[in-house]
């Protein structure tokens, strides 16, 4: 399971805060999220501070939003080592 609760909301950004499991069905839950983001013309950014763990799509999908300019931050290093290991 993925809890994703907003931290902040304004015209131009939208915030979000990531809990859980970021697998299977999350992984499309995240994506909708971003895609309105991106359909409304606004920045968006992504606390995983408690994201524990992501499957191989939803560190795809990290990775993506990464190239789309969505900021990540408090990032765990298991996180951060996934997303490395897909891009080699």
């Given at each position: 399971m993925l809890k994703i609760s907003i931290i902040s909301d304004s015209d131009q950004?939208?915030?979000y805060h990531l809990e859980g499991r970021l697998v299977g069905p999350w992984v499309n839950e995240l994506r909708r999220i971003g895609d309105e983001a991106f359909a409304q013309k606004k920045t968006l950014t992504l606390d995983l501070?408690?994201?524990?763990?992501?499957d191989h799509n939803g560190i795809a999908l990290l990775q993506?939003?990464?190239q789309?300019?969505?900021s990540q931050f408090n990032c765990s290093q298991f996180l951060i080592q996934q997303m490395k290991?897909?891009?080699r």
């Open positions: 950004a939208i915030a501070e408690g994201v524990r763990f992501a993506e939003l990464s789309r300019q969505v290991e897909l891009t």
